[in-house]
């Protein structure tokens, strides 16, 4: 019955720690991802009066708490926010820094994903068009943050025992995705890959020109190596 009990305590134990600080974790990043929400739109608001071109994709859709859509030009930005909590896998070198050393709990991270799809693969339901995860955010319950990604999200904002979110950052969080989405551009795939196309694929082409087309196709980012932002 004692043997019990001390299991008993140990589960109590886990709920009242590590099953709390969870929770905070997932409360803490949707404060953060409704945040995104709304400076997105704020965003956008001020690009719509500087860039006064009705061709021009600049709008938003949200679908619902863990998601949303930006239309950027030719590009759509989709946020999405897990529903799980992450720890960081035991190799990460992190987990030697002091910050993690004092408090494991500080390895454990609510996360935001950040993927880039060309707009008129959305549009016209493409669905073998790929898209590219270019960030993931995390946050932990210590309200601290990292970014890892493409461009400048996978160097500005690195420094996770002393980052702390704030409008600012989510502001150039945002401002850094745009950029890298409209600079990252579609690439012309070599003629020996696309030179053979099945039957199956060429109906394809006459009734909905749905070629399966991303920025990519087995080659680095454009923008990897001639950002500008």
């Known amino acids: ?30 404060k953060v991802f409704d945040q995104f929400k709304w400076i997105m739109e704020d965003e956008l608001k001020t690009l719509r009066k500087a860039v006064d071109d009705s061709r021009v994709r600049l709008k938003m859709e949200d679908k619902g708490h863990h998601e949303f859509r930006v239309s950027i030009g030719s590009d759509v930005l989709v946020f999405q ?14 987990w030697k820094t002091p910050y993690l050393e004092e408090n494991g709990a500080n390895g454990f991270f609510g996360m935001i994903n950040i993927y ?12 073998n068009d790929p898209g590219y995860l270019i960030g993931r955010l995390y946050l932990n319950h210590d309200e601290k943050f990292m970014v890892e990604g493409k ?36 690439i012309t795939p070599p003629y020996e890959m696309v030179q053979q196309v099945s039957v199956g694929q060429i109906q394809m082409i006459s009734s909905n020109l749905q070629v399966a087309t991303g920025k990519r196709l ?6 990897e190596e001639n950002s500008v932002y």
Request: glycine residues 4%; charged residues 25%.
């Open 1 to 30: 019955m004692e043997e019990k009990n001390a299991v008993r305590e140990g589960v109590i134990n886990l709920l009242l720690n590590k099953a709390a600080m969870k929770q905070d974790i997932a409360d803490y990043s949707e």
């Open 81 to 94: 926010l897990h529903r799980n909590v992450f720890r960081l896998p035991d190799e990460n070198p992190l």
């Open 116 to 127: 880039n799809f060309l707009a008129e693969s959305i549009e016209q339901n493409r669905i």
């Open 151 to 186: 461009g400048q999200l996978g160097f500005l904002f690195r420094d996770l025992a002393n980052s702390k979110m704030n409008e600012d950052i989510i502001r150039h969080i945002i401002q850094v995705s745009m950029a890298f989405a409209i600079e990252f551009d579609l």
């Open 218 to 223: 087995g080659f680095k980012f454009s923008a």
